[in-house]
């Protein structure tokens, strides 16, 4: 099935708007507000993602983001998942780095090598003697995922899922909701600061998944330095853009190197951040 990106008016548009006068970063930090981190909630699962894999047999494996607010250095996060005979069992996360003001990002990957169809999970963070969950609204209602559904995002409709640099080749996937068919997905990259840019459409891969969730690919050659190298997702759907910049405004996403081949990569959040490494390596290449 192919998908319709938004026509060549919205591209002259977005065009217009970047290249007369008004500096692409000034325009993530005015767009990006609906994809700014808030941390309203104690809390959140932001993106689980749900594959097979085959090694020596078929393993099912998940890998999980969540959002939590930092109010205390000593805390605990897991994520709470059925095995599907009726047990439960505690999968622990591990800090990634900050995001925004008090607010942390943690990751962690879980593999099962089970024939269970759906596993059901929620999470739950131990702070200060308070223990607090993100079970979807409760109710018995916890998450679900099928054995390869990809990913599902609860909180915001765009997140980069993979991204690297290699041979002069800048690649990556975006997980994108599904908010209506015609859409358009484009990234912005630029290696001195936003002084120069560069913008590539992206393209759609597949879906929409069970819940909803399409994958878009990118590449393009058009840079010459991958550890100069900061890029954000937009997102123009039914009038409104969204914007992904590693979740926080003006911080965009940048690439750090990975042995043992010293080629860069962001692989499931894998980051550089203006203040340091985050380093989440949910997935492989």
Not at 255 to 284: D, E, I, K, V
């Amino acid at each position: 099935m192919m998908k319709i990106v938004t026509g060549f008016a919205l591209s002259l548009l977005v065009i217009f708007a970047v290249g007369c006068g008004q500096p692409v970063d000034e325009q993530l930090e005015q767009q990006s507000q609906s994809l700014s981190n808030v941390c309203v909630e104690p809390v959140k699962l932001l993106r689980a993602h749900s594959h097979l894999y085959y090694g020596y047999g078929t393993f099912h494996k998940l890998d999980y983001l969540v959002q939590v607010q930092n109010l205390d250095y000593h805390k605990e996060v897991v994520v709470h998942r059925n095995e599907g005979d009726g047990s439960w069992v505690d999968v622990p996360l591990s800090y990634i780095g900050p995001i925004g003001e008090g607010c942390e990002l943690w990751g962690g990957v879980d593999e099962i090598m089970t024939h269970t169809p759906e596993v059901e999970i929620a999470v739950r963070y131990t702070v200060n003697g308070q223990t607090y969950w993100d079970n979807n609204g409760g109710g018995g209602n916890n998450y679900r995922l099928g054995r390869d559904d990809g990913s599902l995002l609860t909180a915001w409709p765009l997140l980069v899922y993979k991204a690297r640099a290699c041979d002069s080749y800048f690649s990556g996937l975006i997980d994108v909701r599904n908010i209506a068919y015609h859409k358009q997905v484009q990234v912005h990259y630029t290696e001195d600061d936003w002084a120069t840019y560069g913008t590539t459409d992206a393209f759609y891969v597949e879906g929409p998944n069970p819940h909803g969730i399409e994958q878009w690919g990118f590449g393009t050659a058009n840079f010459a330095d991958p550890a100069a190298l900061r890029f954000a997702i937009s997102y123009t759907v039914d009038g409104q853009t969204y914007w992904d910049n590693n979740f926080e405004v003006g911080r965009d996403y940048r690439l750090q190197p990975y042995t043992p081949s010293g080629r860069y990569s962001n692989t499931c959040c894998s980051t550089m951040t203006a203040t340091g490494a985050a380093t989440f390596t949910a997935c492989s290449l």
